[in-house]
Each structure stands twice: as structure tokens, then as C-alpha cells.
């Protein structure tokens, strides 16, 4: 999966970009303030992640169109979308494959921001992946087929371990 998006930023299908969160003072806006201090609150995800809500809130706001628009609120697994879902956060462990989102895939997202956790000692970074301009090739495609294939791999995972249950439990012999 690496070598597929190390491919896809050197053959300019996707721009890369990296901001260090030392950099940033993520000041946000009354309507982004209030959605922070709403969704700190609720505690909509773990506390590790939580710490990286105001620089993904910041990061969105930033986004054309998106300063006084409210962003949905983060899911369980750590990924929030603006509301038009043109730009999107992740939080946490963010998923390499998703980058496949910024060009192709379900959301075609034209932006999206990673944000690992913080880590003591180390250089904390947002990482920016960005759909470049310009029309998708086969190469893209050629390069997505290791997304595919993750795809069948994890839905034959899931047949297994539900045969492998069903044998444990006396149910199939």
C-alpha cells in the first residue's frame, strides 16, 4: 500500500504535503468553537484523539468555503467531513488507504488531512493529501487495484471467521 501512494504522489496523481503542528496556533471561529466545545463535551471519541480535535477543526475551517460552515461530527473511528464532504479528517491511526479517497473511491474527496497522535519528544505533523488537477488515467487505476484487492482480502477474512465460529460452536461439523 505504501509503494501505491509513494507511486501516486511521484506520478502527480495526488499532492503531499506535511505541517508541523508546532507551527500552528489553531485558533478557530465562533462556529467552530462552538462545535468543539459541544463535541469535548460529548467525548465523540477517545482521549488520545481528542487532543487532536482542535488542529483537524482548525485544519477544515481553512479549506475554501468551509469558514462558516458546521463539519460533521467525528465518527467512532476517528474521521471527520465537512459538510458539502469535500475535505475530511482523520484522527488518530489514520488508514493509508484512504488516500485512495482524494481521487477515487465512494467519497472523492478533493482534500483530506491525517493527524497521527502526538507523540513526546517528536515531530508532530499534519499530513495533507490532495487531488491534483487533471484527468485520471489508467495508471491511477492500475495503481487502486491494491485497494481493491484489500477490499477482497477483508471481506474473505470475515466469511473465515464466521465458518471458524460457527464450526467452534458445534453448529457446522
Known amino acids: ?7 501516486a504522489i511521484n506520478q502527480g496523481f495526488v499532492k503531499f504535503t506535511r505541517i508541523g503542528t508546532e507551527t500552528v496556533e489553531p485558533m478557530l471561529n465562533p462556529i467552530y468553537e462552538h462545535w468543539y466545545d459541544r463535541w469535548v463535551q460529548c467525548k465523540v471519541m477517545g482521549k488520545a484523539s481528542m487532543k487532536l480535535l482542535r488542529h483537524g477543526m482548525w485544519w477544515m475551517q481553512q479549506q475554501r468555503g468551509q469558514k462558516y460552515r458546521r463539519p460533521w461530527a467525528p465518527d467512532h473511528d ?13 484522527f488518530g ?15 472523492r474527496y478533493m482534500r483530506i488531512c491525517m493527524i497521527p497522535h502526538f507523540k513526546r519528544g517528536q515531530a508532530n505533523e499534519m499530513f495533507i493529501f490532495e487531488r491534483a488537477r487533471g484527468p485520471i488515467t ?3 487505476n492500475a495503481l487502486c487495484i491494491g485497494r481493491d484487492v484489500r477490499r477482497v482480502i477483508e471481506h474473505d477474512f470475515w466469511i473465515l471467521f464466521v465458518l471458524a465460529s460457527l464450526i467452534l460452536l458445534g453448529q457446522i461439523s
Open 78 to 90: 476517528g474521521n471527520m467531513c465537512s459538510e458539502d464532504r469535500k475535505y475530511a479528517v482523520y
Open 1 to 7: 500500500m505504501m509503494l501505491n501512494v509513494t507511486e
Open 93 to 107: 491511526k489514520p488508514p493509508l488507504y484512504a488516500t485512495y479517497n482524494v481521487c477515487d473511491g465512494r467519497h
Open 138 to 140: 489508467r495508471s491511477w
